[in-house]
């Protein structure tokens, strides 16, 4: 073992870690049931495949890989090598074969993302790098090697360039309807994929702490001793809970532009996987294999993904996803709770003194 912590073997580097390794994982294993199904929804859009088809062959990948080796700093052994480290342990840990290449750009907010066709790129800003301490940043690293084992960088990259295609054609009559219709539903599978990605990245980070700290300076910045961990998850529980019907149109008209979950759900999204037997199966080294992913039925995992969603708005205390649940119950006076749970956007009953005369004020 070399001096740096990792074994030498040939001259392949393989980190000596305590982490728990997954050879031979699938995918599977950590995607969020809603992730699977989403995508399901997006292929079947009239009009995605001739787009998708389209697109692959008129996007400037080239470009964008050139772009980033002139403009940005390539991860190596010699350039960020605490990220180069971080970055082969995730390929190590979830038994990705080919390490992605990597880039740190310049610019003050922290993101990151996986992009490509051919093949995934990493990219990771300089506010990021500086926001996060080694372990948060290990489970960021984790989320994008997880989209690259997932086949998320596909739909991310044609994302980000119907985004900006969108706002190209907005003065074509129905052009942009036809567009948005697609950035729509790919929006929708990309928050989705990013629960499966923040999973990926628990697994590879093994420190829910560590996870959870990373979502609250995103959402908070550097801070830290300003934030608590539990007070965080409470503020997603008011957010699921809280309200009536109007607040539950509000959080979809909010969400729909976004390709990111709010950071409060992802939050309680990650902790409640973290805690739930499916975590413990691949943590005790049960889990599907990458070579089974051809005998997986398409029919089975829609099935598991409707199931998934229906237990989601069963134990939601969402108020739609209640009057949902109740609708399939069979529930009464549900006239009456819809009536009380819109009556905030009409405009408030005019007091005693202003009603018109014969008018009776009940």
């Given at each position: 073992m070399?001096?740096?912590?990792?074994?030498?073997?040939?001259?392949?580097?393989?980190?000596?870690?305590?982490?728990?390794?997954?050879?031979?994982?699938?995918?599977?294993?950590?995607?969020?049931?809603a992730?699977?199904?989403?995508?399901?929804a997006l292929r079947?859009?009239?009009?995605?495949?001739?787009?998708?088809k389209?697109?692959?062959?008129?996007?400037?990948?080239?470009?964008?890989r050139?772009?980033?080796?002139?403009?940005?700093?390539?991860?190596?052994e010699?350039?960020?090598?605490?990220?180069?480290?971080m970055l082969r342990?995730?390929?190590?840990?979830?038994?990705l074969?080919?390490?992605?290449?990597?880039?740190?750009?310049?610019d003050?907010?922290?993101?990151?993302?996986?992009?490509?066709?051919?093949?995934?790129?990493?990219?990771v800003?300089t506010?990021?790098?500086?926001l996060?301490?080694?372990?948060?940043?290990?489970?960021v690293?984790?989320?994008?090697?997880?989209?690259?084992?997932?086949?998320?960088?596909?739909?991310?990259?044609?994302?980000?360039?119907l985004?900006s295609?969108?706002?190209?054609?907005a003065w074509?009559?129905?052009?942009?309807?036809?567009?948005?219709?697609?950035?729509?539903?790919?929006?929708?599978?990309?928050?989705?994929?990013e629960?499966s990605?923040?999973?990926?990245?628990?697994?590879v980070?093994?420190d829910?702490?560590?996870s959870?700290?990373?979502l609250?300076?995103?959402a908070?910045?550097?801070?830290?001793?300003e934030m608590?961990?539990?007070?965080?998850?409470?503020?997603?529980?008011?957010?699921?809970?809280g309200?009536?019907?109007?607040?539950?149109?509000?959080?979809?008209l909010?969400?729909?532009?976004?390709?990111?979950?709010?950071?409060?759900?992802?939050?309680?999204?990650?902790?409640?996987?973290?805690?739930?037997?499916d975590?413990?199966?691949?943590?005790?080294?049960?889990?599907?294999?990458?070579?089974?992913?051809g005998?997986?039925?398409?029919?089975a995992?829609?099935r598991?993904?409707?199931?998934?969603?229906?237990?989601?708005?069963?134990?939601s205390?969402?108020?739609l996803?209640?009057l949902?649940?109740?609708?399939?119950?069979?529930?009464g006076?549900?006239?009456?709770?819809?009536?009380?749970?819109f009556?905030?956007?009409?405009s408030?009953?005019?007091?005693?003194?202003?009603?018109a005369d014969?008018?009776?004020d009940?």
């Amino acid at each position: 073992m070399s001096d740096d912590g990792h074994q030498h073997t040939g001259t392949e580097r393989v980190p000596s870690r305590q982490r728990r390794r997954f050879p031979g994982i699938s995918s599977r294993a950590y995607e969020h049931p809603a992730d699977r199904s989403a995508l399901v929804a997006l292929r079947k859009l009239t009009g995605f495949d001739a787009v998708f088809k389209a697109l692959s062959g008129l996007l400037p990948e080239r470009s964008l890989r050139l772009l980033f080796l002139s403009d940005s700093v390539r991860v190596s052994e010699r350039q960020f090598a605490h990220l180069h480290d971080m970055l082969r342990d995730a390929c190590y840990i979830l038994d990705l074969e080919k390490v992605p290449p990597m880039y740190v750009t310049q610019d003050p907010q922290p993101s990151a993302m996986c992009i490509g066709l051919d093949e995934p790129v990493i990219v990771v800003s300089t506010g990021l790098v500086e926001l996060l301490d080694e372990e948060e940043m290990r489970a960021v690293v984790g989320h994008e090697v997880g989209h690259a084992l997932s086949g998320h960088s596909v739909y991310r990259t044609i994302l980000l360039f119907l985004t900006s295609l969108a706002l190209k054609v907005a003065w074509i009559p129905l052009g942009n309807v036809a567009i948005m219709a697609i950035v729509t539903a790919l929006r929708e599978w990309f928050r989705k994929s990013e629960l499966s990605a923040d999973r990926a990245g628990l697994l590879v980070g093994q420190d829910v702490r560590a996870s959870m700290r990373g979502l609250m300076k995103i959402a908070g910045g550097n801070h830290l001793h300003e934030m608590n961990v539990d007070a965080f998850l409470e503020q997603a529980e008011e957010y699921d809970s809280g309200g009536d019907l109007r607040d539950s149109v509000l959080k979809i008209l909010n969400v729909l532009p976004r390709s990111h979950p709010f950071t409060t759900v992802r939050a309680a999204e990650l902790k409640k996987w973290a805690e739930s037997r499916d975590h413990q199966r691949i943590m005790d080294g049960r889990y599907p294999r990458r070579d089974e992913d051809g005998d997986t039925s398409v029919g089975a995992s829609f099935r598991e993904s409707a199931a998934s969603y229906a237990g989601d708005v069963k134990d939601s205390k969402d108020p739609l996803m209640k009057l949902v649940t109740d609708l399939a119950g069979g529930a009464g006076d549900l006239g009456g709770r819809v009536r009380r749970g819109f009556d905030g956007f009409r405009s408030p009953p005019p007091s005693k003194g202003d009603t018109a005369d014969g008018d009776r004020d009940e």
